[in-house]
């Protein structure tokens, strides 16, 4: 199925990062030739019921205030770079509590194809909407790391798959086929110290064959892990290979699992290498 309909949550500080990160977002929108909604959410400060000082309801005043200003200036950087690139978008905005926000995000991203995420390096609360919405939006997400916003390229024709045989990656690969089928270079990439197993080479082998038949012609590769993460493994590899795209499934273990003992997906989202496609 085509990519028609993307969506972008607008939220936090309106930094130059974040603001490049909205830029590449719409600019991935017009390449695939979508519709972007971009919905700002807000914390709904409630009036604490107790008595407070004169100076505590000044600063909390002054916080709502510079809330509802870098809201704007998110969607504001929004409608631009929409009107700049000439797609159709819907802008939105609203308050919800702010332990409500990644879940009323991710409601809104199930209306869509792929939700666009802009991410900040180990960043918990970054984290946590991308955890929210990999659970609960039942969508496949596109990360942009802001970190290398500015060497993103909007086009993918350089595209890793990240396989492992699991029925995350599959999905994964299931959603991102639009993109796989646009991409000039696709390379699928186990991460395995054991050259000879049997198994990991027909899985491989029998991706690429998958992938032939909707006109997707890939390389299969196995990579030594080293005793490095499989996570900080990948992302070596699609640095020194220039990847555009990498495609993942996402949580192959528990998410407490990977919580506490860390993981590829934990690696991944904390600082993405670049574009990263992964799906639940």
């Not at 030594?224 to 993942?248: C, E, F, P, R, Y």
Request: aromatic share 6%; proline share 5%.
């Amino acid at each position: 199925m085509p990519i028609k309909d993307v969506f972008l949550p607008l939220i936090g500080q309106p930094s130059g990062p974040a603001l490049a990160a909205i830029e590449k977002c719409v600019a991935v929108a017009a390449d695939l030739g979508a519709r972007m909604t971009g919905l700002a959410l807000e914390d709904d400060v409630f009036e604490r019921p107790k008595v407070v000082f004169p100076d505590d309801k000044e600063a909390d005043e002054l916080s709502v205030v510079r809330e509802a200003v870098n809201m704007q200036r998110l969607l504001n950087a929004f409608t631009s770079a929409a009107s700049r690139a000439g797609i159709r978008v819907q802008s939105r905005s609203g308050k919800v509590p702010a332990d409500q926000i990644a879940l009323t995000l991710a409601e809104h991203a199930r209306f869509s194809d792929l939700a666009l995420i802009p991410v900040k390096p180990h960043d918990s609360r970054t984290e946590n909407i991308v955890e929210t919405f990999l659970f609960q939006s039942g969508r496949p997400l596109l990360l942009c790391p802001e970190q290398c916003v500015e060497a993103l390229r909007p086009e993918f024709e350089n595209v890793m798959i990240a396989w492992d045989h699991s029925a995350r990656a599959a999905r994964a690969v299931g959603d991102a086929l639009p993109l796989l089928q646009a991409a000039s270079l696709v390379h699928v990439i186990t991460v395995a110290d054991d050259d000879d197993d049997q198994a990991i080479a027909q899985s491989g082998t029998s991706l690429v064959h998958h992938l032939r038949e909707h006109g997707v012609y890939a390389s299969f590769e196995t990579v030594k892990g080293g005793g490095s993460s499989t996570g900080k493994v990948l992302g070596n590899w699609a640095q020194s290979h220039a990847v555009d795209a990498i495609v993942m499934g996402a949580y192959h273990h528990s998410r407490l699992n990977e919580t506490v003992w860390g993981g590829v997906t934990k690696t991944v989202i904390g600082q993405p290498p670049c574009w990263v496609m992964m799906s639940h």
